[in-house]
């Protein structure tokens, strides 16, 4: 018997009735494939080097032998096993393209604003681009990366997407922020 | 936020980011050691003031149990490590 299963986002309904983009906005990725890699013990820097070498990947710190890895060139569907083939027993690599929410946060007050929940210091000297912590956001646990001097990436798990987004929005309540899908 | 924890992979973090499981100084004995052994360790615990030695859980950050030395009277840090180094010792 065949079924159809409907895709729905974690924040289909909460956000995206109105399309706009003020000076700093809050993308929700829809779909990012993304994938936990644990390295195996005594083998993290085989690990990361074959996770380093490879342009397809982004790497983000999560722990000590630990990283949240996503990629734009891999689908959700497939980013689990590619992994799994690189890294072979060097690590073990858990799906979370369907467990996690990603969100990108760009503007000029990106770091003003993210500086009202977290408590770790954003300054670009300090917080440069590529570096990646998880944090405490309010009360919710996300990993936080910086992509660019104005512009940061949140993971979030996926059931806390909708309070992430609702603290986002109280903490830039003096900045000027729009909501939205990254894809409409 | 006073309280301060200078985790040894995440840096200094708040301690709103770690849960406290207690006392890292009791070692557990041997599966077959004896009742009063395992009566000890289980139940008995001193309650000091001053320089204490805890079990902190890095949970919102790299996740890792560390050993923080701490004065519980100031709460003043000493020293933060991982416990999986004190395995070794």
């Known amino acids: 018997m065949a079924y159809d299963y409907h895709a729905v986002h974690a924040l289909d309904g909460t956000i995206g009735a109105i399309a706009e983009r003020r000076a700093n906005h809050l993308a929700v990725h829809r779909a990012t494939a993304m994938a936990m890699v644990l390295a195996s013990p005594g083998r993290v820097p085989e690990a990361a080097g074959i996770l380093v070498a490879n342009g397809d990947f982004e790497v983000r710190f999560s722990g000590p032998g630990e990283w949240l890895v996503l990629s734009e060139v891999h689908a959700p569907e497939t980013l689990a096993a590619e992994l799994g083939v690189r890294l072979g027993d060097a690590a073990f690599v858990i799906d979370q393209s369907h467990g996690r929410v990603a969100l990108t946060l760009t503007g000029p007050d990106a770091a003003r604003i993210l500086a009202n929940g977290v408590a770790v210091d954003l300054h670009a000297d300090s917080f440069p681009v590529g570096r990646a912590a998880n944090v405490l956001c309010h009360h919710i646990s996300v990993n936080l990366a910086r992509t660019s001097a104005q512009s940061f990436d949140l993971v979030v798990m996926r059931s806390f997407a909708e309070a992430l987004v609702d603290d986002i929005k109280v903490m830039a309540r003096s900045h000027d922020l729009s909501v939205d899908f990254a894809t409409r | ?89």
């Open chain 2, 1 to 89: 936020m006073a309280s301060l924890i200078s985790c040894p992979h995440c840096g200094t973090r708040p301690k709103e980011e770690f849960a406290i499981r207690g006392d890292a100084t009791p070692l557990r004995p041997s599966s077959m050691a004896s009742d009063e052994a395992w009566h000890d360790y289980v139940h008995l615990r001193t309650n000091p003031r001053g320089r204490v030695r805890e079990h902190w859980q890095h949970v919102a950050g790299c996740r890792r149990w560390l050993v923080v030395e701490r004065d519980n009277l100031s709460h003043a840090v000493f020293s933060v490590t991982d416990a999986a180094t004190e395995v070794d010792r």
